[in-house]
């Protein structure tokens, strides 16, 4: 079975699951029903991680009417420049193997 470069170090858990996924599209908003579709989590287990990454800066929610949420990684944060950089690096690890 395939495991990403996240899931070896950190295993799988919903939220490495989800932003791997916004790392896979960055620079894209991606909505709420093609991250749950794209990570096979339900919506509801998506919206829960998706909550303390916004709240710490990590994602930027922006709503397309009321009930549409679309979501990007903040490449303004730090944080997620040093996230990026090391998912590249390690990408590029285990590309080699």
Known sequence: ????????????SAQ??????????HGEFIHLSGIARETGLSHSSV????EPL??????IEKRL?????????NEENET???????????AALYDKK
């Open 65 to 73: 009417g009321k009930q549409i949420r679309t979501f990007i990684l």
């Open 54 to 59: 916004i709240e710490n800066h990590i994602v």
């Open 80 to 90: 997620v420049k040093l996230i990026a950089k090391f998912y590249c690096n390690l």
């Open 1 to 12: 079975m395939y495991k990403s470069p996240l899931e070896k170090i950190f295993g799988n």
């Open 47 to 50: 919206a829960r991680v998706l």
């Open 16 to 25: 490495t699951t989800v932003l791997e996924s916004l790392l896979k599209n």
